[in-house]
Nanobody, 118 residues
Framework: QVQLVESGGGLVQPGGSLRLSCAASGSIVSIRTMDWYRQAPGKQRELVAG?????SANYADFVKGRFSISRDKNTVYLQMNSLKPEDTAVYYC??????????????WGQGTLVTVSS
């Protein structure tokens, strides 16, 4: 069993900040990368931020300069600044994982809701 558990979502005013966290746990041998997606009502899930194969942070154009992704072992963070109403969405953590039973799994968290509104 492998789990990704997100936290840190909530209601924030436009221009405000939130920090999301996602912690991986379970029978994990390795996690190649961890990234963040989001899905707004009525829209498809989209990549927000992740890491390149070289380990550099990579961002969607719509969050560049406002969001920052970082990782500490099996936890990934998303610092979100200058939030806009259009950032309102459920944010999901994602990771490809190798388990102790040598299985490859694409694991998703349960999602955390971010609402940007005055």
């Amino acid at each position: 069993q492998v789990q990704l558990v997100e936290s840190g979502g909530g209601l924030v005013q436009p221009g405000g900040s939130l920090r999301l966290s996602c912690a991986a746990s379970g029978s994990i041998v390795s996690i190649r990368t961890m990234d963040w997606y989001r899905q707004a009502p009525g829209k498809q899930r989209e990549l927000v931020a992740g890491f390149t194969s070289g380990g550099s942070a990579n961002y969607a154009d719509f969050v560049k300069g406002r969001f920052s992704i970082s990782r500490d072992k099996n936890t990934v963070y998303l610092q979100m600044n200058s939030l806009k109403p259009e950032d309102t969405a459920v944010y999901y953590c994602h990771a490809p994982v190798i388990t102790t039973s040598q299985r490859y799994l694409e694991v998703w968290g349960q999602g955390t809701l971010v609402t940007v509104s005055s």
